[in-house]
Nanobody, 125 residues
Framework: QVQVAESGGGLVQAGGSLRLSCAAS????????MGWFRQSPGKEREFVAA????????SYTDSVKGRFTISKDNAKNTVYLQMNSLKPEDTAVYYC??????????????????WGQGTQVTVSS
C-alpha cells in the first residue's frame, strides 16, 4: 500500500504564495499518478490538479489555471503544488492522493487509492 502526507499549509494574504508538498511512502513503485483536492466548509471535495508519474502530463481545474503549478521530484517520491496569486476563495483543506492503476478520470475522488490527512490553507482579504 502507498501512504501520502501533505505539508506546507498556512495563513497568507490575498495575492500571496504558498507551496504544498506531498511525500509518498510504502509501495511507491506502484504509483501511476498523484492529485490534489480541496474542501471548504459547506462544499464537496473538489479536484485541483493532477500529474502522471512517468511523464510530463498535468491537469488543472479551470479556477486555478495560470495560478497553480503541480510538479514532481521522482527521486524524492514527492509532488508539489505551487500556489500563486492566492484568493480568499482558495481557502480550504488541501488533500494529496495517489492512484496505483491506469486511469483517464483524474478529477473524481473514486479514482484514488490513498489519501493524506489534509493541510489547511487560509487566505485573508
Amino acid at each position: 500500500q502507498v501512504q501520502v502526507a501533505e505539508s506546507g499549509g498556512g495563513l497568507v494574504q490575498a495575492g500571496g504564495s504558498l507551496r504544498l508538498s506531498c511525500a509518498a511512502s510504502g509501495r511507491t513503485f506502484s504509483v501511476y499518478g498523484m492529485g490534489w483536492f480541496r474542501q471548504s466548509p459547506g462544499k464537496e471535495r473538489e479536484f485541483v490538479a493532477a500529474i502522471r508519474w512517468s511523464s510530463t502530463w498535468t491537469s488543472y481545474t479551470d479556477s486555478v489555471k495560470g495560478r497553480f503549478t503541480i510538479s514532481k521530484d521522482n527521486a524524492k517520491n514527492t509532488v508539489y503544488l505551487q500556489m500563486n496569486s492566492l484568493k480568499p476563495e482558495d481557502t480550504a483543506v488541501y488533500y494529496c492522493a495517489a492512484v496505483t492503476k491506469w486511469t483517464s478520470r483524474w478529477s473524481i475522488i473514486e479514482t484514488y487509492d490513498s489519501w493524506g490527512q489534509g493541510t489547511q490553507v487560509t487566505v485573508s482579504s
